[in-house]
């Protein structure tokens, strides 16, 4: 099976920027989908990001549209999620996962999940 590996998270100001990557091993992530969600106590998991196995779909919610990019580097194993412009609402736990179909992902499941990184943006 894939272990997935987060890294990057911190405590940043507000309108700052952070970037996240997942580090997988195990398994080549070329035969998966991948996607960053974000849970905050209280709420439902929501997912922020996703992509293909090759890039040609990428998917983001509508609250991070403009501000966030996901990219995948399969040569290296890695997913990254460049955030930029900050919200004190981003808050949350940020976890990596994987899934052998997108469209899955875009309904919020995964067969594989991170253990999650801590982002705290500070108004």
């Known amino acids: 099976q894939v272990q997935l590996v987060e890294s990057g998270g911190g405590l940043v100001q507000a309108g700052g920027s952070l970037r996240l990557s997942c580090q997988a091993s195990?398994?080549?992530?070329?035969?998966?989908?991948m996607g960053w969600f974000r849970r905050t106590p209280g709420k439902e998991r929501e997912l922020v990001a996703a992509?293909?196995?090759?890039?040609?779909?990428?998917y983001y919610a509508s609250s991070v549209k403009g501000r966030f990019t996901i990219s995948r580097d399969n040569a290296k194993n890695t997913v990254d999620l460049q955030m930029n412009n900050l919200k004190p609402e981003d808050t949350a736990v940020y976890y990596c996962?994987?899934?052998?179909?997108?469209?899955?992902?875009?309904?919020?499941?995964?067969?594989?999940w991170g253990q999650g990184t801590q982002v705290t943006v500070s108004s």
């Open positions: 996962a994987a899934d052998s179909d997108f469209y899955r992902i875009r309904r919020s499941y995964a067969n594989y």
């Open positions: 992509i293909s196995r090759s890039g040609g779909s990428i």
């Open positions: 195990g398994r080549t992530i070329s035969g998966y989908a």
